[in-house]
């Protein structure tokens, strides 16, 4: 009654939702988020400058590893005092007030299965190769 899930519509993954709830719950925590880590390969070279616009580096063809926020939470009831009435008001917003306050408690749950963002193109291809060729029955359980 306290505790409740709020997800995207447009993912993909075989997260044991239970495991995260038990999570949530022991860490008391005000809002849990899913997080994944997310490999960002950039087809380019980087260049790093200083601030007098000399090259300080040249990165050919870099993989960047960022936490990313799987558009999974779970949230103590708690919070929806913070939410305003009639006005755009999105997750990351959420997020942003929940950091900013000495008060709230904010939680990282760092997930290591499979993920996809399906609104992704690129997740979205895999996304039917796996239900075309592979084991579709994790995602159905």
């Given amino acids: 009654d306290e505790n409740f899930l ?5 993912l993909l993954t075989n997260i044991l939702f239970k495991d995260f709830i ?6 008391q925590n005000d809002v849990s988020v899913c997080v994944f880590k997310k490999e960002v390969k950039i087809d380019l070279g980087v260049l790093q400058l200083a601030d007098s616009g000399q090259i300080k580096d ?5 993989t960047y590893n960022f936490n ?3 558009g999974i939470y779970a949230m103590n009831r708690s919070i929806c005092e913070i939410i305003p ?9 959420l997020v942003k007030i929940l950091i ?7 939680g990282a749950y760092k997930f290591d299965g499979i993920w996809l963002d399906i609104g992704r ?8 190769d796996i239900f075309e060729n592979e084991d579709k029955e994790q995602f159905l359980q």
């Fill in 121 to 128: 193109p690129d997740d979205y291809q895999l996304t039917l």
């Fill in 58 to 62: 040249y990165i050919e063809k870099p």
């Fill in 22 to 27: 038990s999570y949530h719950l022991e860490c």
């Fill in 6 to 10: 709020v997800m995207n519509g447009d």
């Fill in 85 to 93: 009435d009639s006005t755009h008001f999105d997750l990351p917003d």
């Fill in 100 to 106: 900013s306050s000495e008060n709230s408690k904010l």
């Fill in 68 to 70: 990313v926020s799987m």
